[in-house]
C-alpha cells in the first residue's frame, strides 16, 4: 500500500558503523528528516524519538518485542547488513510492520576474503611468514609439508547462495575440485554454477580438505562448529568462516581440534563473541604462540568493507525505505 506523498516523513538510523549519517539524509532528501538515535544498546533508545518514526534504519542494535512496542508510526524496519538475527522479525510482522535486510552488496567483498583466506591458508602463507623470521643459516630449504596443490584439493562451501557461488566462481580456475552443500538451492544449480553437489554435510566434511561457510544464521546453523562436527572433518583439514561467528559452539572445541592436529589452521573473519571476551585460544593467538602462529588468522568482522560497498550498503538501505515510504514498493522483504 503505497503510503502517499505526505512530507516530510521521519527516518531513524540506530547507529552507524562510521557516522554521520550524511550519503543516508542525501538519499531520502526530498522524502524524510532523519533522525540519527547513534546508539548500539537496544535499552537506551528513546521511546519519544521512536514513536515519531515512519521507518528505522538498522546497524548492529538489537530490535527487540519492547522496542517494536514503540514504533507505533513505523511503516517499515530496513537492516544495513544482510544478516538480521539481532533484529526480531516476528514480533515486527506481528505489529504489521515489514523488515526487509539488504543482500545487493559486499558479494565480491566477502567472497574475496574468503578466498584470500582460503589460499593464504592453503599456500601456508602465514606459518611460513611467522617461521622465516628465524631463518639465519638456511632459507629455500626451509619447506612446509603437507603442502596441496590447488588441483589436488577439495574445496566445500557450506552454503550455496550469493557469497557461496561467487566463491565457487573465483576458485574454479584454481583447479580445486568444489563441493557444495546447501539444501535451499533448487535442483540444478550445482550444474549452472559449477560444483558437485552433495546431499549430506557429512559427505562434504569427509571429502573436504578446506571448508569455507558462506551460510546465514539459523536456529540449524546456530553452534554448528562443535566437536562432533570437527571430529567429522577429514584429518589436518583447513577451515574458513566468513559467515557468522555464533555458528562457532564456543571456542574451546576449535582450541581442542587445533592442538590435536584435527584442523590444520582456520581463517575466521567473526568470532562467537564480539570484540572477543578472553579465551585461552584467542591468549595464545595474541602472544604469537609458536603451536598456533600461522595456524590461526583472524580479521575483524570486515569481510564485508571495501570503500564502495560501504556506500552500496548505505544508499541501497535508505533507498529500501524510501521506496517504500513514497511508492509502497517492499525489496528484500524477509518473513518469519
Wanted: glycine share 8%.
Amino acid at each position: 500500500m503505497t503510503m502517499g506523498k505526505r512530507a516530510p516523513f521521519v527516518v531513524g538510523i540506530t547507529d552507524h558503523m562510521i557516522p554521520p549519517p550524511d550519503l543516508e539524509a542525501a538519499v531520502l532528501d526530498g522524502c524524510a528528516e532523519v533522525d540519527f538515535l547513534d546508539t548500539r544498546r537496544e535499552e537506551d533508545l528513546d521511546p519519544e524519538r521512536l514513536a515519531r518514526l515512519d521507518a528505522l534504519l538498522v546497524w548492529s542494535t538489537r530490535i527487540g518485542p519492547a522496542t517494536v512496542a514503540k514504533l507505533p508510526r513505523c511503516h517499515i524496519v530496513v537492516r544495513f547488513g544482510v544478516g538480521y538475527d539481532k533484529v526480531d522479525v516476528a514480533a515486527l510482522e506481528a505489529a504489521g510492520i515489514p523488515f526487509c535486510n539488504n543482500p545487493d552488496y559486499g558479494t565480491e567483498e566477502v567472497a574475496d576474503h574468503a578466498v584470500s583466506l582460503l589460499l593464504s591458508l592453503q599456500r601456508r602463507l602465514w606459518e611460513h611468514d611467522a617461521r622465516a623470521r628465524g631463518y639465519s643459516t638456511t632459507w629455500q630449504a626451509n619447506t612446509l609439508s603437507p603442502l596441496r596443490r590447488s588441483s589436488a584439493a577439495t574445496v566445500g562451501v557450506v552454503g550455496v547462495g550469493r557469497i557461496g557461488t561467487a566463491v565457487v566462481n573465483r576458485l574454479k580456475p584454481f583447479g580445486y575440485r568444489i563441493l557444495g552443500y546447501d539444501p535451499q538451492q533448487p535442483a540444478g544449480h550445482e550444474k549452472a554454477v559449477g560444483y558437485r553437489r552433495v546431499r549430506r554435510l557429512d559427505e562434504l566434511l569427509a571429502e573436504s580438505d578446506i571448508v569455507t561457510f558462506h551460510c546465514p544464521l539459523t536456529p540449524e546453523t546456530r553452534g554448528l562448529i562443535d566437536a562432533d562436527f570437527l571430529a567429522k572433518l577429514k584429518p589436518g583439514a583447513l577451515l574458513v568462516n566468513t559467515a557468522r561467528g555464533e555458528m562457532f559452539a564456543g571456542l574451546d572445541p576449535l582450541e581442542a581440534a587445533l592442538r590435536s592436529g584435527q584442523v590444520a589452521a582456520v581463517g575466521t573473519d567473526v568470532l562467537p563473541t564480539e570484540p572477543p571476551a578472553p579465551h585461552p585460544l584467542l591468549d595464545a593467538w595474541r602472544r604469537r604462540e609458536s603451536w598456533l602462529e600461522g595456524r590461526l588468522v583472524i580479521t575483524p568482522h570486515n569481510a564485508f568493507h571495501s570503500d564502495e560497498a560501504a556506500i552500496e550498503m548505505r544508499r541501497n538501505a535508505a533507498e529500501t525505505a524510501r521506496l517504500f515510504l513514497e511508492d509502497g514498493v517492499l525489496r528484500n522483504r524477509i518473513l518469519p
